[in-house]
Structures are given as structure tokens and as C-alpha cells.
T-cell receptor
Framework: LAKTTQPISMDSYEGQEVNITCSHNNIATNDYITWYQQFPSQGPRFIIQGYKTKVTNEVASLFIPADRKSSTLSLPRVSLSDTAVYYCLVSYNTDKLIFGTGTRLQVFP | DGGITQSPKYLFRKEGQNVTLSCEQNLNHDAMYWYRQDPGQGLRLIYYSQIVNDFQKGDIAEGYSVSREKKESFPLTVTSAQKNPTAFYLC?????????????FGPGTRLTVT
């Protein structure tokens, strides 16, 4: 049974690097992992996407090990405005989309 | 500006009434989705549509209905058969090309049924 799990919450301080892991079993070779950020009462916003090794953009990096049973979102030097809930989305079998339960990140000054 | 709009932002209904939530996109996306989000929980897929005049049930379709008569519109009806309709409803859209799962989300509609 496909399942996507994340830590419920994480705390950090401004300027630190934050790594949020998503565990996903039964992921197929071509399935993508996508991360979203959500602020209260707003729709999720796309952060980064990939399906193998490492992807980097201007706001984050995504690390996917060879076995692809997990992935890690890395946020460098977080600020107070990064306080939000972060969701991973895994596309199982290309037509089944399963969101993780979300990780609530709290950044302190 | 291109994007997805959902209206209204807040909606209140009496139990037993059907209610329709609006979702419109001008991104020229083929695929559209409806999700439900309950407090402190993740998003659960209600329905999705990959092309006009076609849609598929998601994980929690019971008590909901949709239509896709136009590419840019994907309204969701919450029927009286839905046992716990109070929730935050999110609409999304995506392309069907090389990044098929980069979904763009609307601002959401918070439905309260009493």
C-alpha cells in the first residue's frame, strides 16, 4: 500500500539549514517527488520537484537517494518567513497523487 | 495575471443543502484537481480531470460531484450526502507535459456547514 510520511513538526532558528525528510514506499522509476509550502488559509505553493539524485533551485534543494524510498527537502539559511507547513507529494504509478501529512516548520529569531 | 481563482473565500450553508464551489484557471492547463483539507491534516484528492468532459474519482469522492464542460472551469458540488462537509477546499491545475505534477493551487474556499 502506497504511503507517504513526514515528521509532524520541526523547529529551527534563523540562518540555519533545515532538512525535512519524506518517506515513500512503492515509488515507481518515473514517479516524481514534489514539495510544496503552505501558509495558513492559503493554497500550497510549489517549491521544487525531482525524481532522482539532486535538484537545486533558487530557494531549495531536493535530495533523492538511489533507492528512492525517501527524499529530503533542504532549505538553506531559513528566515522567519519560512515558518509554514511543508508537504511532499509523490506521484505513484503516474496517476495517483498522494500528499504527505505535512511538516510544520517553526523558525525562531 | 495568470492564475487560479476560487470563489467565494468563505461559504456558509445549512445542513442538507447542496453547494457549488467555483474554480477557474487562465493558465491553459489541461488538468484540474479538487482537494479537501481538514485542520492539521494533509490534502486529500476528491476528483480530478485531465481533459474537458472527462473526470476521475479521487480518494474521497463520495458525496461530491464535478463537471468539466470548459477547459478553464472545474466546479465542485458538495451534496447533502457528504457526511462531514465542513473543510477547506483547494482547487489546482497542472500541465500535461514534461512537468506534469507541478500543480498550481488556488487560494481555497473555506466551507462551513451547520
Amino acid at each position: 500500500l502506497a504511503k507517504t510520511t513526514q515528521p509532524i513538526s520541526m523547529d529551527s532558528y534563523e540562518g540555519q539549514e533545515v532538512n525535512i525528510t519524506c518517506s515513500h514506499n512503492n515509488i515507481a522509476t518515473n514517479d516524481y517527488i514534489t514539495w510544496y509550502q503552505q501558509f495558513p488559509s492559503q493554497g500550497p505553493r510549489f517549491i521544487i520537484q525531482g525524481y532522482k539524485t539532486k535538484v537545486t533551485n533558487e530557494v531549495a534543494s531536493l535530495f533523492i537517494p538511489a533507492d528512492r524510498k525517501s527524499s529530503t527537502l533542504s532549505l538553506p539559511r531559513v528566515s522567519l518567513s519560512d515558518t509554514a507547513v511543508y508537504y511532499c507529494l509523490v506521484s505513484y504509478n503516474t496517476d495517483k497523487l498522494i500528499f504527505g501529512t505535512g511538516t510544520r516548520l517553526q523558525v525562531f529569531p | 495575471d495568470g492564475g487560479i481563482t476560487q470563489s467565494p473565500k468563505y461559504l456558509f450553508r445549512k445542513e442538507g443543502q447542496n453547494v457549488t464551489l467555483s474554480c477557474e484557471q487562465n493558465l491553459n492547463h489541461d488538468a484540474m484537481y479538487w482537494y479537501r483539507q481538514d485542520p492539521g491534516q494533509g490534502l486529500r484528492l476528491i476528483y480530478y480531470s485531465q481533459i474537458v468532459n472527462d473526470f476521475q474519482k479521487g480518494d474521497i469522492a463520495e458525496g461530491y460531484s464535478v463537471s468539466r464542460e470548459k477547459k478553464e472551469s472545474f466546479p465542485l458540488t458538495v451534496t447533502s450526502a457528504q457526511k462531514n462537509p465542513t473543510a477547506f477546499y483547494l482547487c489546482a491545475s497542472s500541465t500535461s507535459d514534461r512537468t506534469p505534477y507541478e500543480q498550481y493551487f488556488g487560494p481555497g474556499t473555506r466551507l462551513t456547514v451547520t
